[in-house]
């Protein structure tokens, strides 16, 4: 199995709803990471879970919140977002860091927030 | 990591071979090169990387220059499915290194 898959394909939320983005991976990798990505524009690391633990959080706003319950698997709550927060975000696996660095990523959750 | 240059766009006819350009001229001794793709509406997808040597794979060929300030990517025979953004990456091998930093990538169009 070389799939990352995203649940769900699409959210819409409101500015005082709170939701979850889940990420699931069962290639035995034990670096985890979310990116987001705007339109048109490339994506942008977010957070990187390394062997279950927060490896780097690229100063991202608290209303974000990772979490990565087991090895195979990845949350995003996200709570009290923006208009702005509108996005796709992806998740991506890999085997470790380094030169070990080759990433998977799955198809990504569209968020829009009204 | 070094910063990359790569033309905003190419065009390329179907069957004949993509050659994509990448500049990385600060690109440090420890520092790979790597290649993905973006096909509209999916993830990412990896395509290859390297150090100094020419690599190929299934996917495509990565040509080094020698002083290592630039690299090609070359999709031997272009299908109308290569039809994506192409990011070109320079990024650090060292234990703990993560970071992909994505620029703006290429977007090959290939063209019936």
């Known amino acids: 199995d070389t799939e990352v898959t995203q649940t769900p394909k699409h959210l819409v939320m409101g500015m005082t709803n709170k939701k979850s983005l889940k990420c699931e991976q069962h290639?035995?990798?034990?670096?985890m990471y979310w990116y987001k990505q705007k339109a048109k524009k490339p994506p942008e690391l977010m957070f990187v879970?390394?062997?279950?633990?927060?490896?780097i959080n690229e100063s991202v706003p608290s209303r974000f919140s990772p979490e990565c319950p087991n090895s195979s698997l990845l949350n995003l709550h996200l709570h009290a977002l923006q208009p702005e927060d509108s996005a796709l975000y992806l998740c991506?696996?890999?085997?470790?860091?380094?030169?070990?660095?080759?990433?998977?990523f799955g198809p990504g959750t569209r968020l829009t927030v009204l | 990591d070094a910063k990359t240059t790569q033309p905003p766009s190419m065009d390329c006819a179907e069957g004949r071979a993509a050659n994509l350009p990448c500049n990385h001229s600060?690109?440090?001794?420890?520092?790979?090169v790597y290649w993905y793709r973006q096909i509209h509406s999916q993830g990412p997808q990896y395509i290859i990387h390297?150090?100094?040597n020419n690599e190929t794979n299934e996917m495509a060929s990565l040509i080094i220059t020698e002083d290592r300030k630039s690299s090609t990517l070359i999709l031997p025979h272009a299908t109308l499915r290569d039809t994506a953004v192409y990011y070109c990456?320079?990024?650090?091998?060292?234990?703990?290194?993560?970071?992909?930093?994505f620029g703006k990538g290429t977007k090959l169009s290939v063209i019936p």
């Open positions: 390297g150090l100094k």
């Open positions: 990456i320079v990024r650090r091998s060292g234990a703990g290194s993560y970071q992909l930093t």
């Open positions: 290639m035995g990798h034990r670096a």
């Open positions: 879970y390394s062997y279950e633990k927060l490896s």
């Open positions: 991506a696996s890999s085997q470790g860091g380094g030169l070990y660095n080759e990433q998977f």
């Open positions: 600060t690109i440090s001794g420890n520092e790979y």
